[in-house]
């Protein structure tokens, strides 16, 4: 477990997996993605099951965020399918944007691990995330595709710590 200046940060655990559902079973919380339908249970499981064994497999991946004992999202960092580097993501309950927890939980990532390369990916019409990646020290490297979608590529290199 880790903890920030408002945030605890900690592995997930399936007992998650209802917050899970209810945070990408919401529309607003797809939309930027290559396919925005919401999720459903089968597939909120699987995600869930892929973070948890993210962290049996490599001692480190997306925790689960809490605020005042009260989930309120995942974040953090995972090796990469697609691109060479530590993935940083962040998927903050849409209750709780504009509070600036997507940004602290990236600080918490890089304080927390060192790393050659991270990268992070923003759809276009994202301009939010793309301020949160930028906040987190990484820049504009690129336009690629991912699953049949453009993203943009932000990434920092050079032993991230």
Known sequence: MIRTARLLLRQPHLSDLEFVYDLFGRAQMVAH?????????ETCTNRLLRDIGHWEQHGFGRWAVENDSELIGFGGVTVSEHFTGL???????????GAGYATEVAGAA??????????????????ASQRVLC??????????????????LFACSANVV
């Open 87 to 97: 993935n940083l993501s962040y998927h903050v309950h849409p209750a709780f944007w």
């Open 135 to 152: 906040r987190a020290g990484l820049r504009f490297e690129r336009t690629t595709e991912l699953r049949g979608a453009e993203v943009a």
């Open 110 to 127: 890089f304080d927390t691990l060192g790393a050659q390369r991270v990268i992070g990916l923003a759809h276009p019409s994202n301009p």
């Open 33 to 41: 993605r290559p396919d925005p339908t919401p999720e459903d249970r």
